[in-house]
Nanobody, 119 residues
C-alpha cells in the first residue's frame, strides 16, 4: 500500500506565500515523478507543476515565476513553494506521484489540501 499525505494548505491574502508538502509512504521501491495538481470549484483538475526523478521540472504557465516545486528523495517528499499568490490560485491542491512498488507502477493521489487566497 502507498499513501500520500499533504500538508500546508490554508488561507492567505493576495501577495502572500504558502508552502505545501506531500510525503509518500508505504511499500515504495522507487518514485518516478511527483507533482501538484489543483481543482477550483466548478473547474477541471489541472496540472500545476511536476518534478521528475532526475529533478527536471515542469510548470503550468500560470504559475511560472511564482511557484517552485522541489523534492527530497531521502524523505519521499515533494514541496510546492507558492509566492505572490492570487485569488485565482484558490483551489484544492492534490499531490500526485508515480510510484513503483514491488508489484506494479502506480499513479497515486493525496487527499487534497485547500488553499484560499483572498483579495
Amino acid at each position: 500500500q502507498v499513501r500520500l499525505v499533504e500538508s500546508g494548505g490554508g488561507s492567505v491574502q493576495a501577495g502572500g506565500s504558502l508552502r505545501l508538502s506531500c510525503a509518500a509512504s508505504g511499500s515504495i521501491l522507487s518514485i518516478n515523478s511527483m507533482g501538484w495538481y489543483r481543482q477550483a470549484p466548478g473547474k477541471e483538475r489541472e496540472l500545476v507543476a511536476t518534478v521528475a526523478s532526475g529533478a527536471y521540472t515542469n510548470y503550468a504557465d500560470f504559475v511560472k515565476g511564482r511557484f517552485t516545486i522541489s523534492r527530497d528523495n531521502a524523505k519521499n517528499t515533494v514541496y510546492l513553494q507558492m509566492n505572490s499568490l492570487k485569488p485565482e490560485d484558490t483551489a484544492v491542491y492534490y499531490c500526485n506521484a508515480v510510484i513503483t512498488t514491488f508489484y506494479v507502477v502506480g499513479d497515486y493521489w493525496g487527499q487534497g489540501t485547500r488553499v484560499t487566497v483572498s483579495s
